[in-house]
RNA sequence: CGGGGCGUAGCGCAGCCUGGUUAGCGCGCCAGAUUUGGGAUCUGGAGGUCGGUGGUUCGAAUCCACUCGCCCCGACCA
């Protein structure tokens, strides 16, 4: 292409909104223009991006026997009915209604409408296993679009969903996609991590994600650097120190504590605990029902653990008025000795403590000398705790780091979930209808394209990686009105379309520095510069974007060269 | 949803508090000239219903009310 033919709409200063770097770049590059919250229009040189991306995605997910489809983005209420889902997604859903007020919704996801199709086509164990998948679009009313390219409301996906007769096929597909995004990643230059993770409204057993670190991230990894054990702190689990109590009383006793209203403050309150010997008990209301969480007073709640544990649809903090009008005390004087009428959840940290300190459920008043087991009627003991940096590995004995990351992939064991929910069935080898076992794998196309600019970008702008940069090279003369300089470039050019190198000419009449400027912004992996005394000695210079190492080479050899260093900078390295 | 901030030319901003001629500045854009190895210079231009609606006032970008949109911080996910 010729960039003076070309829309890339370069801007010199920041936009005021954007904030993290992805977004500046992309939108200074020329890349995306905003059309609302969470809503981006592609331009050229993204969409050339977005199309390498997608086809690397495609060709490793046809050499695992994915089988490419297109689905409707639009879909009927009722299949979303079926599995439950039309009320568990909430306000998360775009929903509208036809003409004659039938519900509609756009798909977040799609595992309704491929389980649709299974269970409309699939009858028999010999038809599977099937893997099946789309590169297509995404509607999630997120609470709060952000970051440019990183949240937003519509997005683009690759989705693939396996279908097998038993578990062992399950665990067959979920191997393959593993190794096929670890390759498309690869492909793409990404470092990441794979790491255990939280299923959420998916469902399912067993699920990992695809992190890149970063912090403009919104998820947070611990990891061991000893054992390599990787989990979102969703999921994570860590070692502690056990805490050795003294002997509690025979019963607790109630002290007043005027004023404290803080774990924190009780810590320095005569006759009060440090933190790791008190009892913090958070409200929540968990599908309309009020329940209490145990946690020791330095531990924190958190929220997708306790997803995890209830089981819960929706949740929220209680208010105030709820808190009082259930247990009779404000926040600060919370406790849950006693209570019986509501169900109480408490973190596996406090399991078998005694003599602990906690709130008497009447403001002002606390109680000492609590003994978990004989004095708090607890519902079920689970894992809440959000695991902190420089607690302990829990598979070996490492320390963990948590660190900011960003999702850009996330595998999902199903099981029968949907087959169940919308009867997708097939007849095994004894001639029973069984459940069809599921898997689903999704990527984020978008993300892919942010994530490389938030790992690879400098004081100039982007660095693409070969893979997915929007072109090959640039040609950059000098100066566009010198004859020689013109015809030069102009050859070099046509030589370099016919060895189907993806080239972009700036034969724009700009100064060499706003060129020069414009060719680092935008990211384009090497540019050849063509200046009047190099090329009077038939030479024209190699500029490498990311090492900024230059060499001049004779413009003969131009086009086997750069085959060659672009052959380098696509062979596949190891990301994680 | 809760909290904070912002909407004035394509981009970045000033003006608003304390209402008063034709609403400014930088960059970018158009024309011409001189320039051409890291965001040139000069000359001359084009471009704005001041987010919207209603109100107060002789007079509103400026004051008031409502409303829409966007960004950021906390609870959701590729």
């Excluded at 292409?1 to 370069?10: A, D, E, G, L, V």
């Excluded at 399912?204 to 061991?224: H, L, P, Q, R």
């Excluded at 502690?240 to 607790?252: E, G, L």
């Excluded at 080479?553 to 672009?566: F, G, R, S, T, Y």
């Amino acid at each position: 292409m010729r960039w003076s033919q070309y829309f890339i709409p370069t801007l010199r200063e920041n936009p005021a909104d954007a904030e993290v770097v992805s977004h500046q770049l992309l939108l200074r590059a020329g890349y995306i223009r905003q059309l609302g919250a969470g809503i981006y229009s592609f331009l050229p040189l993204a969409y050339r991006s977005m199309r390498k991306i997608e086809n690397i995605i495609r060709e490793e997910m046809d050499a695992i026997g994915g089988q490419e489809f297109y689905l409707p983005a639009l879909n009927p209420a009722e299949v979303w009915q079926e599995s439950g889902r039309w009320d568990v997604m909430g306000d998360n859903m775009f929903r509208l209604k036809d003409r004659k007020g039938a519900d509609l919704c756009l798909g977040m996801t799609h595992e309704e409408v491929f389980t649709t199709i299974a269970r409309g086509e699939l009858r028999s164990y010999k038809q599977l296993p099937q893997i099946w998948y789309q590169i297509q679009l995404k509607f999630r009313d997120e609470p709060r679009p952000k970051s440019g390219l990183l949240r937003v409301r519509q997005f683009t996906m690759k989705d693939s969903y396996s279908f097998d007769k038993d578990f062992e096929g399950l665990d067959i597909a979920f191997e393959k996609h593993r190794e096929a995004y670890m390759k498309i990643y690869d492909r793409c230059g990404l470092q990441y991590v794979i790491v255990e993770a939280h299923s959420g409204s998916m469902g399912g057993s067993k699920s990992n994600e695809f992190m890149v670190y970063t912090n403009a991230g919104e998820d947070n990894v611990a990891s061991c650097p000893k054992c390599g054990y990787a989990a979102n702190t969703e999921k994570a689990a860590s070692r502690i120190p056990t805490v050795v109590d003294d002997q509690d009383p025979a019963q607790p006793e109630k002290f007043a504590t005027p004023g404290v209203r803080t774990i924190e403050a009780l810590t320095t309150f005569a006759g009060g605990a440090a933190a790791d010997r008190q009892i913090k008990t958070l409200v929540y209301i968990v599908d309309e029902k009020l329940t209490l969480f145990l946690l020791r007073g330095d531990h924190q709640l958190n929220e997708a653990k306790l997803v995890s544990a209830t089981g819960a649809t929706h949740h929220r903090p209680a208010h105030a008025e709820e808190i009082f009008a259930a247990l009779g005390a404000h926040p600060g004087s919370l406790g849950a000795v006693g209570v019986t009428r509501f169900d109480i959840y408490a973190d596996e940290a406090l399991e078998g403590r005694r003599n602990m300190t906690t709130g008497a459920n009447e403001d002002d008043f606390h109680l000492r000398g609590v003994n978990i087991d004989r004095d708090i009627k607890v519902t079920k003991w689970a894992d809440l705790r959000n695991v902190e940096s420089g607690e302990g590995c829990p598979i070996c004995d490492g320390t963990l780091r948590v660190a900011k990351a960003l999702e850009i992939g996330h595998i999902f064991k199903l099981g029968t979930k949907y087959s169940v929910s919308m009867g997708a069935n097939v007849l095994n080898e004894n001639g029973e209808q069984v459940p069809i076992v599921m898997g689903s794998y999704g990527i984020g196309a978008d993300r892919i394209l942010a994530s490389a600019v938030e790992l690879y970008n400098d004081q100039a702008g982007i660095s693409f990686p070969g893979s997915i940069a929007p072109f090959h090279v640039i040609i950059t003369p000098i100066n566009a009105k010198d004859e020689k300089l013109r015809a030069a470039a102009e050859e070099l050019y046509s030589t370099l379309i016919k060895r189907s190198i993806e080239v972009l000419y700036d034969d724009r009449d700009e100064r060499p520095g706003v060129k020069f400027n414009d060719a680092d912004l935008i990211g384009v992996p090497f540019r050849i510069t063509i200046g009047q005394k190099k090329l009077a000695d038939g030479k024209v210079e190699i500029v490498t974007r990311s090492t900024r190492q230059s060499e001049d080479v004779n413009i003969a050899d131009v086009p086997h060269i750069l085959a060659e260093k672009l052959s380098q900078a696509e062979a596949p390295k190891r990301g994680s």
